[in-house]
RNA sequence: CGGGAUGUAGCGCAGUUUGGUAGCGUACCUCGCUUGGGACGAGGGGGUCGCUGGUUCAAAUCCAGUCAUCCCGACCA
């Protein structure tokens, strides 16, 4: 079996190495795309399915819209276009024949929603319209990497229309909520919510709010985002209501969205030199039983044993598999479900059996321990909580501790210089100032933290009265 | 899109300088023996050497073009 490359050596190779002996995906005969693996995919569709109930428990619904949009709603809302123009898919033929106008593959579709909306919004009776879509999209990117940048991606994107900009930025502040809870909770992966400064927000939004997440070479990637569009499409689509007053309105809007890069997140933030480690919580399966026996009656024995642990731990909604494959031996299944990130490996030999015990190793640390036959159901749900639990903290631990507030731009310089880890730091609000430290630097303003502190100091670049304490790292 | 590197069996690589008809490890198949950290022995199958064209009696090897991947930049979720 091919080695991982140690990620202390060669970070990129590293996480490609995952991805590759995992299975989670491959190359494609297209430039810049991927095939997400049966591994991979298995992993979406739990986020998917997470995701999916905490919007439908906020109030949302699903809907899917077409991948062609014509290429003059791009153009209707100024500032989107500039921003996806340079990077959209453009199909000029179909049928064998030259069409009239152009159909731009989404990159997303805020535009052909809200022509649909135009016809779907005529009272605030109407309103809240909460509207969320799974779907693909295609961004024609110049450089890309499995799950974190490929040309086509797939996601979810929230749309909603609220009648008053209170509501909507209500629902953009929510769902980025809900998009933190679910990084935390299920991903095990610590983020810091804020939001993007002019130069970093969305084409087309007043204002874009994002969670951010530390990976393990200490570069920040954006996890999620959650938009506040003001009237800006409801404008630009000629989308109006009539209020309860009677006058005719535009409604105010939100787009959120999280895509498959959270898989690449996930690989990032967690695993080591020895393969994926997965969060228990999104785990296609979260226990692997791998028996040990010498002989058919040793066999036969154990294997008992095993599948009425497998059945019990199935009883209580564990995600268990037993691997009962005669022609691998157990180091060889040991080293392999390592590679793919399984929670837990129980480890089940004659022994054990005699012992009324299973061999348990935890994929987070080192060590095996035996656990008694009674109570197990009960004993390893607690532990894969605890896996749940120790990965989290060993990620925000990592995140607190390469942290750094810096006082001079010097200061700022020799830490992302180093590449020692994010820099907290005053910040005057100019965008020139901003521009300096990415042109300087290669670091980028990744949020303004919600959390600010009492008092302000002076900007780290420019002297100036500060107006915000902000976030500077070098982002994928 | 610029600079650098690499494409040879599923994976990891040698062979390219100096052209002579392809090899190693691992994985795979068969049999035996094995099973508590990636066993061992014997036998076996698998590659139009990224692709296209050119030079040559002869090309993995030389030349041109092209595609893809990786690293570093510019652009982005």
């Not at 999916?52 to 014509?70: C, E, L, R, S, W």
């Not at 294997?303 to 037993?322: F, H, Y």
């Amino acid at each position: 079996m091919a080695k991982i490359t140690p990620r202390a050596s060669d970070y990129s190779r590293w996480y490609l190495d995952i991805i590759n002996h995992a299975k989670l995906a491959d190359y494609a005969p297209v430039k810049g795309c991927m095939v997400i693996r049966p591994n991979g995919y298995a992993l979406w569709e739990n986020m998917q399915r997470v995701l999916d109930q905490m919007f439908k428990d906020t109030g949302h619904v699903n809907a899917y819209f077409p991948m062609f949009i014509p290429e003059s709603f791009l153009k209707k809302e100024a500032e989107h276009v500039e921003g996806f123009a340079p990077e959209t898919a453009v199909v000029t033929h179909g049928g064998g024949k030259q069409l009239e106008e152009p159909l731009i593959v989404r990159p997303t579709s805020e535009t052909i929603i809200w022509d649909m909306y135009k016809k779907w919004i005529q009272s605030y009776r109407d309103l809240p319209m909460l509207i969320n879509q799974w779907a693909n999209v295609v961004r024609w990117e110049m450089r890309t990497r499995l799950f974190l940048r490929t040309t086509e991606f797939l996601w979810q994107e929230g749309h909603t229309a609220h009648a008053t900009a209170e509501e909507a930025e209500a629902e953009t502040r929510q769902m980025l909520d809900v998009y933190a809870h679910f990084a935390e909770e299920y991903m095990a992966m610590p983020v810091i919510k804020g939001r993007k400064s002019e130069a970093e927000k969305f084409a087309g939004a007043d204002v874009t709010y994002c969670i951010e997440a530390m990976m393990q070479d200490r570069k920040a990637l954006q996890a999620g985002t959650s938009h506040n569009l003001g009237q800006n499409f409801a404008k630009a689509f000629e989308v109006r209501f009539q209020d309860r007053d009677g006058e005719l309105k535009h409604p105010y809007s939100t787009s959120w969205g999280v895509s498959t890069r959270l898989i690449g997140a996930l690989i990032m933030a967690h695993s080591d030199d020895q393969g994926l480690i997965l969060p228990p919580r999104l785990a296609p399966t979260q226990v692997v039983i791998v028996p040990i026996a010498r002989d058919e009656d040793e066999r036969a024995s154990v294997l008992a044993a095993a599948e009425n642990i497998q059945q019990q731990l199935k009883g209580v909604g564990v995600r268990v598999k037993l691997d009962d494959d005669p022609k691998q031996k157990p180091g060889w299944k040991f080293a392999e479900y390592e590679l793919l990130g399984v929670p837990l490996r129980l480890e089940l030999g004659p022994r054990d059996v005699a012992g009324e015990q299973v061999m348990v190793a935890r994929r987070d640390i080192k060590g095996k321990t035996a656990l008694p036959l009674d109570g197990l159901a009960e004993s390893i749900s607690a532990l894969l909580e605890s896996v749940q639990q120790g990965i989290f903290e060993r990620a925000r631990d990592f995140r607190d501790s390469h942290i750094f507030e810096a006082s001079s731009y010097d200061e700022l310089k020799t830490i992302i210089g180093e590449e020692k880890g994010w820099v907290k730091a005053f910040w005057s609000g100019d965008p020139e100032d901003e521009a300096r430290v990415k042109e300087e630097t290669k670091a980028t303003i990744r949020c303004i933290p919600f959390d600010q502190p009492e008092t302000l100091g002076s900007c780290i670049v420019s002297g100036k009265p500060a107006r915000y304490q902000v976030l500077f790292a070098k982002a994928y």
